[in-house]
């Protein structure tokens, strides 16, 4: 009986997080429409935000204060620079939007993966199976593949596009970093006050962005740009990115990281039937092998019972 309840509670901590990926795949398709609407890159990374953390605090803001109150210095402190990684994240993604297509900026921007094991060997000392580092090699070749026959990535010469993939690379630095600060402090700190702390963080930080650049806080939008914002705070935000750091307290921030690599798989086909963006059949090989890649690394933490932390 106990194996079973270990079992389904594995299952159940499996399920969440492709729950997550689902609701983060969609924040592309949306934030195109925002940007079409004329919402610029950082309203929509600064509102998407700000709309999170309000939501946070109008349903738990008493329980989140109690617990801010009992915190040490060092989770605030951690929280904070957590939140300006995740700043970073999503304005230079949203950016490269600008630049380059859906498929192309989710693939680069979910090469996490790469950077969390560069940055977690050197800062955090975390060690890794050949395993894990076989498919880690499966997955990044086949995203590279992918960009390779589909934009010539390792040739291209256009200066927009560089842009772009230069700003989608930025982002996947700065959410390693955010994930994995994230797996350092979530074990002392309350999962929804970590996140009202870092999406509180985050928001300042734009804040602080858009002031120096005497940006507007609040934009005069469209009906349908704010419905396109709100879409995306409500969903890939606060379930998507939540769930994430619910993650991340349960598995090697390599194994979180690794799962969000098959985002831009269901971003591009979201970005084919939405907004007319080919998928073509390298972009189906190289899915395959991400797929494989991902399979490798998960089936061989699945059956490791220090996955399930209560």
């Known amino acids: 009986m106990a194996k079973s309840i270990a079992k389904l509670g594995t299952h159940k901590n499996y399920f969440l997080l492709a729950l997550a990926i689902l609701a983060i795949s969609i924040a592309a398709v949306l934030i195109k429409g925002a940007q079409n609407e004329g919402a610029t890159s950082s ?15 109008l349903l738990s803001f008493k329980s989140i204060w109690e617990d801010v109150k009992h915190c040490k210095n060092r989770a605030i402190l ?11 994240h999503f304005l230079a993604w949203i950016i490269s939007l600008e630049h380059i297509p859906v ?13 969390v094991v560069v940055i977690s060997f050197f800062v955090l000392k975390e060690t890794i199976t050949r395993r894990q580092i076989l498919g880690i090699v499966i997955a990044m070749s086949s995203a590279l593949f992918i960009l390779h026959h589909q934009n010539g990535i390792f040739i291209t010469a256009e200066e927009n596009f ?10 996947a630095i700065s959410i390693a970093m955010y994930l994995i600060i994230g797996r350092t402090l979530r074990s002392t700190i309350d999962l929804k006050t970590y996140v009202f702390l870092t999406y509180g963080f985050a928001t300042m930080a734009l804040v602080v962005y858009h002031l120096h650049r005497g940006e507007n806080l609040i934009p005069d939008l469209s009906s349908t740009a704010w419905f396109y914002i709100s879409c995306v705070a409500l969903g890939p935000q606060l379930v998507g990115h939540t769930i994430l750091n619910w993650g991340v307290r349960r ?14 798989i269901l971003a591009s086909i979201l970005a084919w039937i939405i907004l007319d963006e080919m998928v073509g059949l390298s972009s189906l090989m190289g899915f395959t092998g991400i797929l494989l890649g991902i399979f490798i690394v998960i089936h061989k933490k699945q059956a490791r019972p220090s996955l399930t932390v209560n």
């Open 78 to 88: 951690g929280s904070a620079l957590a939140g300006i990684f995740l700043a970073l």
């Open 43 to 57: 309203s929509i990374a600064l509102l998407r935000l700000g709309i999170a953390s309000v939501c946070l605090a």
């Open 103 to 115: 498929s192309t900026s989710t693939f680069l921007v979910t090469t996490s993966p790469l950077w």
């Open 162 to 171: 560089l842009k772009g993939e230069i700003l989608a690379t930025l982002g």
């Open 251 to 264: 598995f090697p921030a390599i194994i979180v990281s690794m799962t969000v690599l098959s985002e831009p």
